[in-house]
């Protein structure tokens, strides 16, 4: 099983990126993903989530109304959609898998490499 997250980059403060985040032994549309990030000296956290189904999804509360996951019409690649970045978005962003939607990444079985994203002026 294999997760890859794509998309980071460089950009400035009040810009927008996608994220997607693909596998493969697995299809995503039977799996909750979550989304997690990690700056630099900081542990990891939760960003977003959105079940197989896509009836519940989750926010950290920093990134509500700035941040939207979502499924493809595939369902075989999650999305995070995030605008109005800021530089405290910085960080290191992962994907990952498990049968449970949830906030707490220490129950996600799957794990991808992560894309970084850097927001700097």
């Known amino acids: 099983v294999q997760l890859q997250a794509s998309g980071g980059g460089l950009v400035q403060p009040g810009g927008s990126l996608r994220l997607s985040c693909a596998a493969s032994g697995i299809r995503l549309d039977t799996y909750a993903i979550g989304w997690f990030r990690q700056a630099p000296g900081k542990e990891r956290e939760f960003v977003a989530a959105i079940s197989w189904s896509g009836d519940t999804i989750e926010y950290e509360d920093s990134v509500k109304g700035r941040f939207t996951v979502s499924r493809g019409r595939s369902r075989n690649t999650v999305y995070l959609q995030m605008s109005s970045l800021k530089a405290e978005d910085t960080a290191v962003y992962y994907c990952?898998?498990?049968?449970?939607?949830?906030?707490?990444?220490?129950?996600?079985?799957?794990w991808g490499q992560g894309t970084q994203v850097t927001v700097s002026s």
């Open positions: 990952a898998a498990d049968k449970v939607v949830g906030t707490d990444a220490i129950f996600y079985d799957y």
